[in-house]
């Protein structure tokens, strides 16, 4: 047969018109997937959800029954009742493997692209700089739900599957709205300042470096300055410790660390988030242009 008869075989897919930012997702999970360091920090999150677990079945199946012989041990046990402290708690522990997590998924995100010369390879697509920010954000965004809000959401489900009635459920309906919320307080400044990190430095090791450098000097900054001047409110200049006032309010605790209000907290996470977004969207944005 004539070589000139042989040719590639023609695309018969359809361009995707809506939901381009699907693909970017889709290619960063299978990424992520083939590291043996991503698996077992996967794996770690998930020890701690498995100890939420046990501490939530013990509870209301064995410290329920009166005539269990553990009923006066949980009776005076305040670590194993569960109520939005335990979910507050939950999340709040959670956040430094969360951050681990991201940190290592999403710190070479960006600047790998960069790197590899991808750029053009995903804007030779019908691909923008917004579907291509939108894929990296929401990737990290449901890696940190998937250790923070799903599972504590789930948390609450089982307890009223074993514990069923009325009083349960007018104690705990607003816990799933508290953990969602605080699970963004936490989850969304932390994606969108690796992202910028990632953005403006050339490799993945400088901006999992500078990302807690940058951490390590806000909350000794915070610290300094509150034991200096003898005044807690400036321990929200910790931006981890401001993340948490929010979430004492959003749950209720009255165990406070500063008196300072929340609202002060949450302004200062909106112009941390907005500042890390505009780094972001500049970035892939002068990309674009130069592809």
């Not at 000139?4 to 695309?11: H, I, N, S």
């Not at 890696?143 to 599972?151: D, N, Q, W």
Request: proline share 4%; net charge positive.
């Amino acid at each position: 047969m004539p070589i000139y008869t042989k040719t590639y075989r023609r695309y018969e897919g359809q361009p995707r018109r809506h939901f381009r930012w699907l693909v970017v997702i889709e290619q960063e999970m299978k990424t992520l997937a083939k590291f043996r360091v991503f698996k077992a920090l996967v794996l770690i999150a998930c020890l701690h959800i498995v100890l939420r677990l046990l501490q939530i079945v013990a509870y209301d199946v064995l410290a329920q029954d009166p005539n269990h012989p553990l009923q006066i041990v949980f009776a005076n046990l305040d670590i194993a009742y569960i109520g939005p402290d335990t979910f507050f708690s939950f999340l709040y522990l959670q956040t430094t493997i969360m951050f681990i997590l991201l940190l290592y998924s999403g710190s070479g995100m960006i600047c790998n692209d960069f790197k590899n010369n991808l750029m053009e390879i995903y804007f030779s697509k019908p691909l923008t700089w917004v579907d291509y920010s939108l894929g990296k954000t929401l990737t990290l965004m449901l890696l940190g739900l998937s250790v923070t809000a799903a599972p504590g959401i789930l948390l609450v489900v089982l307890h009223n599957l074993l514990l069923p009635g009325m009083e349960t459920i007018q104690a705990s309906w607003w816990w799933p709205i508290s953990i969602m919320a605080y699970s963004l307080a936490i989850v969304l400044p932390t994606v969108l300042c690796i992202l910028a990190c990632s953005a403006l430095l050339p490799s993945q090791n400088y901006a999992a470096i500078t990302v807690i450098m940058a951490l390590v000097a806000n909350s000794s900054l915070g610290m300094l300055f509150a034991g200096m001047l003898r005044q807690r409110d400036y321990m929200a200049i910790s931006f981890p410790l401001a993340l948490r006032r929010i979430g004492e309010t959003v749950f209720g605790d009255e165990r406070i660390l500063f008196t300072l209000s929340w609202k002060w907290c949450f302004l200062y996470a909106v112009v941390v988030c907005l500042v890390a977004l505009a780094i972001i969207l500049r970035k892939v944005r002068r990309a674009e242009i130069a592809a």
